[in-house]
């Protein structure tokens, strides 16, 4: 059903890759080529910050108005959206459900392959109504070819019902991209293993995800400074750390009291505005 408008796509994420005889390479100069591969990531996603900018500023304004953000993608894609949204809550404090990841073939597919679920164009839709997406969240199709099915039909659908959608993939032109409001593209080319998509462009994706759910958390007033003070304390680790950034920002001597201070009120800001 797709094919008609995807015949004619070409992919540079499934281009040759520049190296040959991968095979015949000592182990060091494996990891050199790599290397030298993955630098081009950061410059292909500085170019695309225009982008990413506009993407952000609609986030933010639809989550202060009660919005959520879904990111939806296959494999590599579907599994970095949810790394990213499983982290919005310890980080920042944030409530589970605020930040939503769907993987075509759902649980399942976090951890291995699901035949065939990427390529239904109804299934992504499905998943979304699930959680009653509305006009007030935003969608991004994640998809390094742009071309999954399952995100395509999902965008296809929330701009009929006037949902603002957005889409990282990172070949230029991309079916998903005609079914974006806000279309970001990270063009790394081709990749180290031909087609290997979780390399450089699941690297590009994780930098641009990265990028968006930071910068939303600070626009909505979940960083002072530089600091976390809403993280979450699920453990000593981030116990320790939230004391001390009490301890600093109340000019307090007393490790313990500062200890106290901050699991009384659950939260750096909390302790901190507790005493101001």
Known sequence: MCNSYMSDFVKVTEQDSRYRHLDKMTVGEILTNINREDREVPLAVEKAIPQI????????????????????????????????????????????????????????????????????????????????????????????????????????????????????????????????????????????????TRMKSGTAQKLVLNMISTAVMIQIGRVEDNKMVNMQLSNEKLVDRGTNMVMKQLNMDDYDKARALLLKWGSVKKAVESVQ
């Not at 590599?76 to 990841?101: F, H, K, N, Q, W």
């Not at 699901?114 to 699930?130: I, R």
């Not at 965008?155 to 079914?179: A, D, F, Y």
């Open 53 to 196: 900018e506009k993407l952000v500023a609609v986030i933010t304004d639809n989550m202060l108005a009660g919005g959520r953000l879904f990111y939806m993608g296959a494999g590599t894609s579907g599994r970095l959206g949810i790394l990213d949204a499983s982290e919005i809550p310890p980080t920042y404090g944030m409530p589970y459900g605020l930040v939503i990841g769907l993987i075509a073939g759902g649980e399942e597919a976090i951890q291995k392959a699901v035949e065939n679920a990427e390529d239904s164009l109804e299934q992504g839709w499905a998943d979304l109504q699930k959680h009653f997406v509305n006009e007030k969240d935003v969608v991004i199709g994640i998809a390094a070819s742009g071309t999954t099915p399952y995100v395509i039909g999902a965008l296809k659908k929330c701009r009929e019902n006037g949902i603002t959608t957005g889409t990282i993939s990172c070949n230029p032109n991309s079916p998903i991209s005609q079914h974006a409001d806000f279309p970001i593209e990270v063009v790394v080319g081709p990749e180290f293993v031909t087609g290997s």
